[in-house]
């Protein structure tokens, strides 16, 4: 069983729009949580790095959250973007490697 | 060149052919790694190097086999693969291997598209 599950499995929203990315996870324990943006074709490119001390962590419209007791994190895309369509895909670092979930594929449309 | 690059970008063989995928990377960084991306799965770390020398295999089959003669170069080299191999192969570094450093950040290059047929 995959420990770091991610919700949606794909999103659509209209351009200028907020949206929210959930990551729950069970990989414990960990060093940093973070938050990559994967374009089609290409590779991640990290977002967010959040030690489990931190709360939120802010990147430009990017705002990821982390609660440890919940096991939870989130991100979350202001005034959304054409550019913003991709792969958005959780990381855990663990003692011993990153664990990744599966991504939310979202789609802004005009 | 900056960053991590990684050639081909599309490569489609045939299970009995031979081939490698290179990958570069341009960031002073000690650590590379092999990860495979297929649809709808998580990525899956296939190999790790340290300082050039292989610090993880994550039970990879032995038709897949890397090399990493420095520590800014490193190969995946290919053969007798089957359809179920076809992926995104990405290639990523880091300063240093993310066990040392409790997860040191990793750069990823945009992958090779891997077609078996």
């Known amino acids: 069983k995959n420990q770091v599950e991610q ?104 | 060149e900056t960053g991590v690059t990684q050639t081909p970008r599309h490569l489609v063989m045939g299970m009995t052919n031979k081939k490698s995928l290179k990958c570069e990377q341009h960031l002073g960084h000690n650590a590379m790694y092999w990860y495979k991306q297929s649809a709808k799965k998580p990525l899956e770390l296939m190999f790790v190097y340290s300082l050039e020398e292989r610090v993880e295999n994550n039970s990879v089959p032995s038709r897949f086999s890397p090399e990493c003669p420095n520590s800014s170069h490193l190969f995946l080299h290919l053969h007798t693969l089957q359809p179920e191999d076809s992926a995104l192969y990405l290639c990523a570094s880091s300063q240093v291997e993310s066990r040392l450093a409790g997860g040191s950040e990793q750069y990823f290059g945009p992958g090779t598209r891997l077609t078996v047929t």
């Open chain 1, 7 to 110: 919700s949606p499995q794909s999103l659509i929203i209209l351009e200028g729009k907020n949206c929210t990315l959930q990551c729950n996870y069970t990989v414990s324990p960990f060093s940093n949580l973070r938050w990559y943006k994967q374009d089609t074709g290409r590779g991640p490119v990290s977002l967010t790095i959040m030690t489990f001390s931190e709360n939120t962590k802010s990147n430009g419209r990017y705002t990821a959250t982390l609660d440890a007791d919940t096991k939870q994190s989130s991100l979350h895309i202001t005034a959304s973007q054409l550019s913003d369509s991709a792969s958005y895909i959780c990381a855990l670092a663990g003692s011993y490697q990153l664990t990744f979930g599966k991504g939310t594929k979202l789609s802004v449309i005009p």
